[in-house]
């Protein structure tokens, strides 16, 4: 038995179209299943939310979401050549940056300074 090219390249397209069809299909049961126990969930904690069972409710958020994760993320310095990635650098550049924007050298006009306090002298409110 022999192919032409144009057969052998006729064969090879329907069955790529067959494994994408099969691909597709599959994608959308798995996407159906994902939704109907997603639904099922979605009863049962509003079940367990009128019972008042804050435990049981706990849990299944607990299932549906996931544990909970401590991912530390990395913070890059003031001048953004070095990264941090270890907590105790990470804590003491967070530190270092409040510090910074928190004790600020403040430049006021002397001239509204004295307008301020002669304001609230008069007993005028600001």
């Given amino acids: 038995m022999s192919y ?3 057969g052998l390249c006729a064969a090879i397209d329907v069955s790529r179209i067959l494994i994408k069809i099969a691909y597709l ?13 997603q639904s099922i969930e979605q009863h049962k904690m509003q079940e367990m939310a009128d019972r008042h069972d804050s435990q049981g409710l706990f849990v299944a958020l607990k299932v549906v979401y996931g ?13 953004c050549t070095k990264l941090y990635t270890s907590l105790n650098d990470i804590q003491g550049r967070w530190k270092e940056h409040f510090q910074k924007l928190l004790n600020q050298e403040g430049t006021a006009d002397q001239s509204a300074c004295q307008w301020l306090s002669w304001l609230t002298n008069q007993g005028g409110h600001l």
């Avoid at 299909?25 to 126990?37: A, M, N, Q, V």
């Avoid at 544990?67 to 001048?79: C, G, H, L, T």
């Fill in 4 to 6: 032409t090219s144009a």
């Fill in 25 to 37: 299909f599959s994608y959308l049961f798995i996407y159906w299943c994902f939704i109907s126990l």
């Fill in 67 to 79: 544990p909970r994760s401590n991912v530390v993320a990395p913070v890059k310095s003031d001048d």
